[in-house]
């Protein structure tokens, strides 16, 4: 029988929300890496604070925000075995803080838990000029680790964007403006990663598919997608791991 296809993820719940509907034994998620912007996940660490990290009952969240202040990520990636690396850029949502020695953290819903004064950084709101740089210092830095790994032919980006549009409604799932905003900075940020890999390495699910799921379990919002959204992806994404898995074959 054939080995699942061992799927690491950076990025969000849009992409982790897909192999809840993955037929059994098609993949295995072997990480899942969230809530984090990727200019503070190969950003640098801040020694200018040490959180009480346990203030945060969530184990999963608990990790998270310890996996991003304390810069884990790029020891994750290289020690993980996995055969397909998926990122996605949606936790770009999230502002940056830049403590005074130059380190970086999400600000995350679970980052502000750790109760760390507004005064002891300053603030880099989401989808500003600002947050693109260091968004396209954090992509350059993870192209070179992929390249030390002998790896970025196996990454697959998932090309999510924020629907305009509800199931069942042509009512947006929130203010048109801010969904807008947040997908012009990814298109931007597209162009970007687009010079770097390969258009056969990116998974952009079908434009009428891309509806907000007013049951999501997570509840309503412009990344919580309808379940033909995950079903297409995961179908893409069986095309691409499957001709990764035989090019690296062909290459032994």
Known sequence: MKSP?????????????????????RFEVAEYMARSGLGSFFGRRSEAFSP?????????????????????????????????????????????????????????????KLGVAESEFSTIRPWSAEHFDKWRAGWSTFMVLLDQIGARERLVVHDASWATKVRGSDEPPMA?????????????AKQVMARDIPADQFITVSEDLRAAEPDHKWGLSPFHYVEPYYLEFLERLTEISGRIAGERVASS
């Open 5 to 25: 296809t061992a799927v690491a993820i950076l990025g969000s719940c849009v992409t982790r929300d897909a192999f809840e509907y993955a037929e059994q034994g």
């Open 52 to 112: 009480n990290f346990d203030v945060i009952d969530s184990a999963f969240q608990r990790r998270m925000v310890q996996w991003d202040v304390l810069k884990s990520g790029r020891g994750i990636l290289r020690r993980t075995a996995w055969d397909v690396l998926v990122y996605d850029p949606i936790d770009e949502r999230f502002a940056l803080a830049v403590f005074p020695d130059l380190g970086i953290a999400t600000i995350s819903s679970e980052f502000s």
């Open 176 to 188: 048109i403006g801010a969904i807008d905003r947040a997908n012009d900075w990814l298109r931007n």
